[in-house]
């Protein structure tokens, strides 16, 4: 299983061979996994073994596990010191939708279209839909204290975004300031009195009404008043967000992504061609369409002008 949810254990098993593919026990081996943000979760420890060359390490994932792809690096070494590397990777997403994906476009094989090709294309089609329905705020000059009113006075560090609720436009579960992780959902910077750039660190309070703290790079530091500017950038949800609808459209656009490979001939079994025939030939854009047709439902109304 290629995709994962929060609160459920990645059970990474493997076998051992040697030279002539007769299952071994090496002198030992060792699981590695780590982050998209490259921090180690478990760093050279012993896997167990149920069997002769059947090895097993079970890691249960956090119920604030961050969104996205994570890696594992296992390696075995010989009696003579040889060593071998197997590397694997999973994702952690808020929903599995691979079989939803597979049950949608009769593809139940995994021969044809294997878990961790359906699971990429998700997390990617996840990550695209997710700057389709967010809106981007560039260049900002952020509100003031809103309980206080005090603004860059040298001393004040919370304010306020203009618009609400922050996104979480890394899709990773959390809404991050700069500097705090390798995802970040808002960022900014500041002119100093020299008309020099630096670099802002921000922390969020309050993603829901976009309470953040902004302070200079070292994280303690107030703006000073002599500033002379002070701008951020991030992401706004649409008030009308729902996760079922856009749940429904990363799997109608996997699915998009997916039947693109199903009209390569060389990549399709005739049970595929049997059952994704009408979709290939009547609309090989069906999919687009629908993932289009969500993404407005939750988008909801867009102001514009009149043609006359």
């Keep these: 299983m290629s995709i994962y949810e929060r609160g459920e254990t990645y059970a990474h098993r493997i076998d051992i061979r040697n030279r002539l593919s007769v299952l071994t026990t090496p002198s030992s081996i060792k699981e590695n996994i780590y982050d998209q943000c490259g921090h180690w979760l478990v760093q050279s420890q012993s896997m167990s073994s149920d069997a002769v060359g ?13 969104y996205g792809q994570y890696h594992s690096r296992v390696t075995a070494t010989d009696i003579g010191g040889n060593v071998s590397i197997f590397t694997d990777e999973f994702w952690i997403m808020p929903w599995d939708i691979i079989q939803e994906v597979r ?10 279209v294997s878990d961790d090709i359906i699971a990429r294309t998700a997390w990617n089609s996840y990550k695209f ?12 000059c952020p509100d003031c204290n809103v309980e206080t009113g005090a603004g860059f006075d040298g001393t004040n560090t919370t304010f306020q975004t203009k618009q609400y609720p922050i996104a979480d436009i890394n899709g990773d579960g959390a809404v991050t300031g700069s500097n705090t992780s390798c995802a970040t959902d808002i960022s900014g910077y500041w002119i100093n009195s020299l008309g020099h750039y630096q670099t802002a660190k921000i922390t969020v ?21 002599t500033n002379q500017g002070v701008w951020i950038d991030y992401w706004v949800r649409p008030p009308l967000y729902d996760d079922l609808m856009t749940h429904a459209a990363v799997v109608r656009l996997t699915c998009y992504e997916l039947s693109k490979r199903l009209q390569s001939l060389d990549e399709v079994t005739l049970a595929d061609i049997k059952n994704n025939s009408p979709i290939i030939t009547l609309d090989p854009r069906m999919w ?8 407005g439902n939750v988008r909801g109304p867009v102001s514009g002008g009149v043609d006359l």
């Design 205 to 225: 309070s309050q993603a829901e009404y976009g309470e953040i703290s902004i302070f200079q790079n070292d994280g303690v530091t107030a703006i000073p008043s």
């Design 288 to 295: 687009y369409k629908e993932y289009k047709r969500y993404i």
């Design 103 to 112: 049950d949608s476009m009769g593809i139940p094989e995994a021969k044809t």
């Design 54 to 66: 059947k090895f097993y390490y079970n890691y249960p994932l956090t119920s604030t596990a961050t």
């Design 129 to 140: 839909t997710l700057r389709e329905l967010y809106t981007f705020i560039n260049r900002e």
